[in-house]
């Protein structure tokens, strides 16, 4: 009989929906309104609106074994949200497996979104065929994903793989978790456009570059995307900002490699449109901030999945949670 | 019928061996002198002699599923030793699992010393009962060891844990890793004597305490242990000195507790004589460098196994790997 498995990504704006098979073959791809202003409560109806329509698209719900969802915050095991998506007022204090089960008669398990993604990538992309792996999204933050002994890691209340906030600066600059010099304060896309200001601001006029030119008139515009275009023309200016970036990125790299020696460590997220620089100029460093003998036999690579990460691995959780790891732990129940 | 294990603590002057059932009963604990200086070739027919003599006491071999090693350094999966083993000259290279089964007809496994304590530990010591752990250990350096969704994580190498040398003070001391500001340049015995050493080094006379005098008058004679002795007794001096050596282990704790959301983090090796004062004063800095909602869901604790971690935790491993990790792998292969 063939599985299937609803895959749900929970965005600011859309919920995206799909409905996948155990070989990552996806149909069905359908979005809706996530209405996150209206409060958790129409943001949990409006899942289980996408998960009905999705069924109703397949026709049937007989070899539909699960839905996963993907959603900003920490999911604890339970299925409750126990904190961390701020963006979505109201949804911290929901539980969302049960509401699926009573309408769909269908079993729910869900992740962190970025943690899901580093499933996807791990049975559908870069992380194919590897046993460990790890995921980083440079996206507005940084968010993290582990793929350990070929099963996703959640950690203990679905909070692991906040890798983001590893401190790559002591006494930093300052971070919304609290804490100081955290790599997504220097890493992420806003702090790449954060410190490229102050590099530029810091110029005297005769090192001022056409990069520097552009940030100076109109801080404001600057992207990401913007430094890296400049990277790539060679301005001197955009690559020092480029070697910074790195340089902060491979001291948390270092610390990863360090800690959990993977095979591969996966980066992905908008800044990563900027492609092979980036992994070029952090394989460059890392070996200052790990143990060499360790980073020999792991690799950075750009992750391939792009957009619909999200919602392949919150439908791969589905395959994970229920059939894979399931074997395991009733193995161990009888020990 | 009745399973059993044997396992092998290398140490750098004593083989010792154990065997094992699987509810953590050992029998026939068994000493044999390394004799690390003659060579790996040497080090390794001690080992063989060592599970021989342990067979012998057993009297059959016939329940014996297999030989465990817990070795310094980090062992490839095919039972070679591919480095980080310093003070075993001749060791790295050596391939350990090929002589057992021939010899014994046995299946080996083996993994770094450090990280088969926590295996020990969370099969029957400070970490039973949880689904996450992680072990560091406080010696003459940091050692570290991971269990992951319920399975010991050695990383793709068997180089996972090089906890140690999580970077906690950027541009801080030198390590021989060749980074510097690795936690255990603060927090391991080592670390810890030169941190105390250089405190009462820069106090004026009149700050001086007992402390501060003992160390000034034998600075050579220091051990983590005098330091901590002088903490019970409130010598401000040597508890000053335990606030730094706490705050950069937090440091450390924090980013684990971020990257992994253990369920409990334990602290072991010879630092952790000193017991409870570490444990409370590392508590109240670790909110400071993670997401305070992540460490609400963890706790640390310290090893209750003692010396005898290493051996139990080296026959641990071959339960691990030889009937449940199996079982899990053997499920993959035919998906």
């Given at each position: 009989?063939?599985?299937?498995?609803?895959?749900?990504?929970?965005?600011?704006?859309?919920?995206?929906?799909?409905?996948?098979?155990?070989?990552?073959?996806?149909?069905?791809?359908?979005?809706?309104?996530?209405?996150?202003?209206?409060?958790?409560?129409?943001?949990?109806?409006?899942?289980?609106?996408?998960?009905?329509?999705?069924?109703?698209?397949?026709?049937?719900?007989?070899?539909?074994?699960?839905?996963?969802?993907?959603?900003?915050?920490?999911?604890?095991?339970?299925?409750?949200?126990?904190?961390?998506?701020?963006?979505?007022?109201?949804?911290?204090?929901?539980?969302?497996?049960?509401?699926?089960?009573?309408?769909?008669?269908?079993?729910?398990?869900?992740?962190?979104?970025?943690?899901?993604?580093?499933?996807?990538?791990?049975?559908?992309?870069?992380?194919?065929?590897?046993?460990?792996?790890?995921?980083?999204?440079?996206?507005?933050?940084?968010?993290?994903?582990?793929?350990?002994?070929?099963?996703?890691?959640?950690?203990?209340?679905?909070?692991?793989?906040?890798?983001?906030?590893?401190?790559?600066?002591?006494?930093?600059?300052?971070?919304?978790?609290?804490?100081?010099?955290?790599?997504?304060?220097?890493?992420?896309?806003?702090?790449i456009v954060e410190l490229a200001i102050r590099v530029c601001?810091?110029?005297?006029?005769?090192?001022?570059?056409?990069f520097?030119?552009?940030v100076?008139?109109?801080p404001?515009?600057l992207?990401s995307?913007i430094v890296?275009?400049?990277?790539?023309?060679?301005?001197?200016v955009a690559?020092?900002v480029?070697?910074l970036v790195?340089?902060?990125?491979?001291?948390?790299?270092?610390?990863?490699?360090?800690?959990?020696?993977?095979?591969?460590?996966?980066?992905?997220?908008?800044?990563?449109?900027?492609?092979?620089?980036?992994?070029?100029?952090?394989?460059?460093?890392?070996?200052?901030?790990?143990?060499?003998?360790?980073?020999?036999?792991?690799?950075?690579?750009?992750?391939?999945?792009?957009?619909?990460?999200?919602?392949?691995?919150?439908?791969?959780?589905?395959?994970?949670?229920?059939?894979?790891?399931?074997?395991?732990?009733?193995?161990?129940?009888?020990?």
């Amino acid at each position: 009989m063939e599985q299937l498995a609803i895959g749900i990504d929970l965005g600011g704006t859309n919920l995206k929906g799909i409905i996948m098979s155990r070989e990552g073959e996806g149909r069905h791809l359908t979005r809706v309104p996530t209405e996150a202003k209206k409060g958790g409560q129409k943001v949990l109806e409006n899942i289980l609106t996408l998960v009905d329509k999705i069924v109703q698209k397949e026709g049937s719900k007989d070899n539909i074994i699960g839905v996963g969802i993907g959603t900003p915050g920490f999911v604890d095991r339970d299925g409750t949200i126990i904190g961390g998506a701020e963006n979505l007022p109201g949804w911290k204090g929901m539980q969302i497996y049960e509401p699926i089960q009573q309408q769909f008669g269908l079993p729910a398990t869900a992740g962190n979104d970025v943690t899901v993604t580093a499933l996807a990538e791990w049975r559908f992309g870069a992380g194919k065929g590897f046993k460990n792996i790890v995921c980083l999204a440079l996206g507005t933050g940084i968010g993290g994903g582990i793929v350990a002994n070929d099963l996703l890691y959640k950690g203990s209340h679905g909070m692991a793989g906040e890798l983001g906030h590893i401190c790559v600066e002591t006494n930093g600059l300052q971070c919304n978790c609290g804490q100081k010099g955290c790599v997504e304060r220097y890493a992420s896309a806003t702090g790449i456009v954060e410190l490229a200001i102050r590099v530029c601001q810091e110029l005297d006029v005769k090192q001022q570059t056409p990069f520097a030119h552009e940030v100076l008139r109109k801080p404001q515009n600057l992207t990401s995307k913007i430094v890296y275009d400049y990277v790539k023309r060679n301005d001197p200016v955009a690559c020092r900002v480029n070697e910074l970036v790195c340089e902060k990125l491979a001291r948390a790299v270092g610390i990863i490699v360090n800690a959990l020696s993977p095979d591969r460590i996966i980066l992905g997220g908008g800044v990563m449109m900027a492609g092979q620089v980036i992994i070029d100029t952090v394989s460059r460093y890392v070996p200052m901030f790990c143990w060499p003998e360790v980073w020999k036999r792991c690799d950075l690579a750009i992750a391939q999945l792009g957009e619909n990460a999200g919602v392949l691995g919150a439908a791969g959780l589905v395959f994970e949670d229920f059939t894979d790891r399931r074997i395991l732990e009733d193995r161990r129940d009888d020990v």
